[in-house]
């Protein structure tokens, strides 16, 4: 039996569940949960945000922990070696997208918390391929996060081919803008931070931010004027869409990962500078190995703030609260 904290309903609390995960399929490993990352996406599941959500749930889905039981076919993997597992469990390794090696677009790809029980556990079952080994120089309890949050802000980097020489703009200073900063920084880019909040500018700083802009300063993005390859927004909030075109250079993006309900932007100055709006969910298996090499190679780690598991509830409360600075980490078997 696998040991988990369930909600039985949108409005309940997580409460000690447990379940029978079957037989270990030929392809599947089991990972003992050692560290468990909470993102927003675990909120919006747990409360049905997104009419995906089977009760009862078990959310989850920034793991780190070891290898505990590997299939009859699996290679590569061994009992004990750390790993860790993210937005996504399982994919069909076979369509177009898989074969391209964007897995995470499979059609079919299975996300750890949907349909599925996450790492509020003690176990959490995956196919073998999508349990991503943890380099030496990343540590445990640093890299969940990196599993769902740092592979969604690392990814567009490495999509749209930003060049080292380039400049990055990141909208929003919370669990996926304060690991961008440090991505796009140890990228190469000069970085500038977009926050509403002028009491997070030493901290961006600190994280790599070169500049620090007020974005409620119609006045600040408008002096940002045709000055960035990239603008990667983490905030789901309404912008001046139009302003933040603006701010791109000719040919540049403005890339969303954070789920704004819709967007409206006036076409012609995208259309006469090339400059293009996109967006992106995690990134495949490829992506989150080079991304945690690249967190290894320079001691990049999101900042943390540590609930043992059993304080659940404590912890999706400090979450919905907006005060996490930046992600919260779960302990299990504590
Ligand atoms: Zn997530
Ligand atoms: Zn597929």
Same mark, same amino acid.
């Given at each position: ?56 749930? &078990?959310? +989850?889905?920034?793991?780190? /922990?070891?290898? =505990?039981?590997?299939?009859? !076919?699996?290679? *590569?993997? #061994? %009992? ?89 703009? &990141?909208? +929003?200073?919370?669990?996926? /803008?304060?690991? =961008?900063?440090?991505?796009? !920084?140890?990228? *190469?880019? #000069? %970085? ?104 290894? !190679? ?37």
């Amino acid at each position: 039996m696998f040991h988990a904290y369930a909600a039985s309903s949108a409005d309940s609390l997580f409460e000690p569940f447990e379940y029978d995960p079957g037989e270990l399929g030929p392809d599947e490993v089991d990972v003992q949960v050692e560290y468990c990352g909470i993102c927003h996406s675990d909120l919006s599941m747990k409360q049905n945000d997104w009419g995906i959500t089977s009760f009862p749930f &078990v959310g +989850g889905h920034e793991v780190a /922990g070891r290898v =505990a039981a590997i299939g009859e !076919r699996v290679a *590569g993997l #061994e %009992v004990g070696q750390r790993v860790g597992v993210g937005w996504t469990s399982q994919s069909c390794l076979r369509c177009n997208e898989c074969l391209s090696g964007y897995q995470n677009r499979c059609p079919d790809a299975q996300g750890t918390i949907v349909g599925r029980h996450g790492g509020f556990a003690d176990r959490v079952r995956a196919q073998a391929e999508w349990c991503l080994p943890i380099p030496d120089g990343v540590a445990s309890v640093d890299c969940g996060p990196l599993f769902c949050g740092g592979l969604t802000v690392f990814n567009p980097l490495a999509e749209n081919a930003v060049p080292p020489t380039g400049r990055v703009g &990141v909208v +929003g200073i919370g669990g996926l /803008g304060h690991m =961008a900063l440090q991505f796009a !920084r140890a990228w *190469g880019c #000069e %970085v500038t931070a977009f926050s509403t909040s002028p009491e997070k500018e030493d901290e961006a700083r600190q994280m790599g931010a070169h500049r620090f802009l007020n974005s409620r300063d119609a006045s600040a993005l408008q002096s940002a004027a045709g000055r960035f390859d990239m603008v990667l927004v983490t905030v789901n909030a309404a912008l001046d869409w139009d302003a933040y075109v603006n701010t791109l250079r000719p040919g540049g993006t403005l890339h969303l990962v954070g789920a704004a309900e819709k967007i409206e932007a006036t076409v012609f100055p995208m259309i006469m500078g090339q400059k293009s709006i996109s967006a992106s969910p995690t990134g495949s298996i490829v992506r989150a190995t080079e991304m945690l090499e690249f967190c290894a !190679r320079h001691e990049i780690k999101p900042m943390v703030e540590q609930f043992p598991m059993s304080r659940l509830n404590d912890a999706m409360d400090h979450l919905a609260s907006g005060q996490p600075r930046y992600r919260i980490v779960l302990t299990a078997g504590e």
